[in-house]
């Protein structure tokens, strides 16, 4: 009797244990939206991406296990908004649209202005600033139809911020000013930070710090990311390399190194490495000014080589797309040819209505991939001016970017006449964009007289006759 009573009390509390634990198992939306915020604020607080595409990960797969669409949808944009602060473009590119196919059957503004946000800010990174302009807006229209009206004035805030920072690479300062107005009702730090590097390029070295203040200032009053305290350091470096206090400087320039390197933020630190070899060549130490460049270019390379086939990729999908599409289309004209005749007129019509369908798609699609070439002219197009505007400040990063976008000419010059060296090739560059004598004397700091004979000793290296236009034969070349 005893032992019946005991076993009894053991089967009881067993079942106890197992309801507790299947209990402790069940995902709830509330728990995935709790992760969803703390995946954020482990991201933009703590600047730790990677810990915030493992929690991401998490999210998306307890929300499909309840079937929970907006907690999956909004784990695919976050993931592919932390793929993109890490440079990771092809990755971001790729869940961006699967979040975009989830969203065609699923109604919500606020994923749906996110999701164009994203969109904007991947044409921002390539650089196709007018293609980001369609998408920002697109990301408004969303974001004026959502009814939390607190989410749509951030969200609002944060694209007015993106819209202003593309308008000004597009040197469109009316539309700069209009979206720095708009963005003083909830100002970020990286606002102060463009306006003081906009004083400093005009030499208003007083006002740029007072504008670096501010963001400083906010970064500690409303405890910004990481990336904002980032900004913040990289831009106090600068400004005292225009003061010539180099020391001070590389203090500022090495604490934004070290956290865009724990947030892997490699264009924040392509651009620190710039900075630090510019401190150093203001020291005139040497070493230091060399190592800090080839960092630089380096990193500067291999961020453009994934820039190219990022570019590349809508186009890959493009033919991937048409291939599966072509692969569909022989199994159709199979089963036609061996299907019993009573089935035959079904067949043609099936056949006649799947044509129709797909010559629209084909259409849509190549309207699609002719907006995207335009795009990629238009960024040519952008390469190339910005050539030329790093040509007129003789900067020194200029001959590295007119390598990239005149690699041909480039490497063809050198192939053909190894004789000539790394100064050569920046006036020849500079020839090759269509620089006067008169030009290039004032964008170099030289006198004219120099620059004929720095041409005349050029054209002795190239071995070429007295009776040929130096101008033109680059030119052509």
């Known amino acids: 009797m005893t032992f019946i009573i005991f076993f009894k009390k053991l089967l009881f509390l067993f079942f106890v244990i197992n309801i507790i634990f299947i209990q402790a198992q069940k995902i ?12 954020s604020k482990v991201r933009w607080n703590m600047g730790d991406y990677k810990k915030a595409l493992m929690l991401q990960k998490e999210i998306i797969i307890k929300s499909k296990k309840i079937n929970y669409k907006k907690g999956e949808i909004r784990g695919y944009l976050e993931f592919s908004q932390t793929c993109y602060g890490m440079n990771m473009l092809k990755q971001c590119y790729y869940f961006l649209n699967i979040a975009k196919k989830l969203l065609k059957n699923f109604d919500d503004n606020s994923l749906k202005s996110h999701l164009y946000l994203i969109y904007g800010m991947y044409n921002y990174k390539l650089q196709g600033h007018t293609q980001a302009l369609i998408n920002f807006n697109k990301s408004l229209y969303f974001a004026s139809r959502i009814e939390d009206k607190k989410l749509a004035e951030r969200r609002k805030q944060n694209v007015y911020d993106w819209k202003r920072s593309s308008f000004e690479f597009l040197n469109q300062m009316d539309s700069v000013y209009s979206y720095e107005r708009k963005c003083m009702v909830s100002p970020k730090p990286m606002l102060f930070i463009t306006i003081a590097n906009r004083h400093l390029e005009k030499g208003r070295v007083d006002s740029a710090e007072y504008f670096i203040d501010m963001a400083n200032n906010l970064v500690k009053s409303v405890n910004a990311p990481m990336e904002g305290k980032c900004n913040v350091l990289k831009a106090y470096g600068r400004l005292y390399i225009v003061r010539k206090q180099y020391e001070k400087s590389l203090q500022y320039l090495f604490e934004a190194l070290k956290i865009s390197k724990k947030m892997h933020l490699k264009n924040r630190e392509r651009e620190v490495y710039k900075l630090i070899y510019e401190a150093y060549r203001g020291q005139n130490n040497i ?4 190592e800090y460049l080839f960092k630089y270019s380096s990193l500067n390379d291999s961020l453009n080589e994934i820039e190219k086939k990022v570019i590349n990729l809508p186009i890959e999908d493009f033919f991937k797309e048409e291939a599966h ?24 019509f099936v056949l006649k209505r799947n044509s129709k369908n797909r010559k629209e798609k084909t259409k849509s699609i190549l309207n699609e991939k002719e907006q995207e070439l335009n795009f990629l002219k238009q960024k040519v197009d952008e390469n190339r001016q910005y050539v030329l505007y790093l040509a007129t400040k003789n900067d020194p990063t200029f001959i590295i970017k007119f390598k990239d976008v005149y690699s041909d000419f480039y490497e063809k010059m050198l192939s053909e006449y190894p004789q000539l060296n790394i100064n050569d090739m920046k006036f020849i560059a500079l020839i090759k964009l269509l620089f006067s004598n008169k030009e290039i004397a004032t964008y170099t700091n030289v006198s004219i007289r120099t620059v004929e004979s720095k041409k005349y000793r050029i054209r002795k290296k190239l071995n070429l006759d007295a009776n040929i236009d130096f101008n033109e034969w680059i030119i052509n070349k």
């Not at 070493?287 to 060399?290: H, I």
Request: glycine residues 0%; charged residues 30%.
């Open 287 to 290: 070493e230091k000014e060399n």
């Open 28 to 39: 709830t939306v509330k728990e995935i939206d709790t992760l969803q915020m703390k995946a």
């Open 325 to 348: 599409n072509l692969k569909e289309r022989k199994k159709k004209l199979y089963y036609f040819i061996v299907f019993i005749i009573p089935l035959s007129m079904l067949l043609v």
